[in-house]
């Protein structure tokens, strides 16, 4: 059992930056690999990104990368979404999620979420 707690987004013009953090609880958050999603108006919740145990793999959705960097301390037992390069469709609610394991892309993979952090990106 893990709880997750997002923040750091906000209103952003289109081309700024933006680092979203999530912190989650317990002493046992390197077991869990964690992945960003997000949430847009009238959408399915998708797939952003994700990172493995250890850190030391990272998945992205096509639509962010080389934007997007997602990185992990397991000692602060938090999670990051840098967000470069920001664009008006990257607006969205944005969820931290964990799961045992390794790393996956899919939303029905994940058994722990947050409650999001919302990002506009203004043009």
């Known amino acids: 059992q893990v709880q997750l707690v997002e923040s750091g987004g906000g209103l952003v013009q289109a081309g700024g930056s933006l680092r979203l953090s999530c912190a989650a609880s317990?002493?046992?958050?390197?077991?869990?690999?964690m992945g960003w999603f997000r949430q847009a108006p009238g959408k399915e919740r998708e797939f952003v990104a994700a990172?493995?145990?250890?850190?030391?793999?990272?998945y992205y959705a096509d639509s962010v990368k080389g934007r997007f960097t997602i990185s992990r301390d397991n000692a602060k037992n938090t999670v990051y979404l840098q967000m470069n390069s920001l664009k008006p469709e990257d607006t969205a609610v944005y969820y931290c999620?964990?799961?045992?394991?390794?790393?996956?892309?899919?939303?029905?993979?994940?058994?722990?979420w947050g409650q999001g952090t919302q990002v506009t990106v203004s043009s």
């Open positions: 317990g002493r046992t958050f390197s077991l869990y690999a």
């Open positions: 999620a964990a799961k045992s394991g390794y790393a996956e892309s899919s939303v029905g993979g994940y058994s722990y």
């Open positions: 990172i493995s145990r250890s850190g030391a793999m990272t």
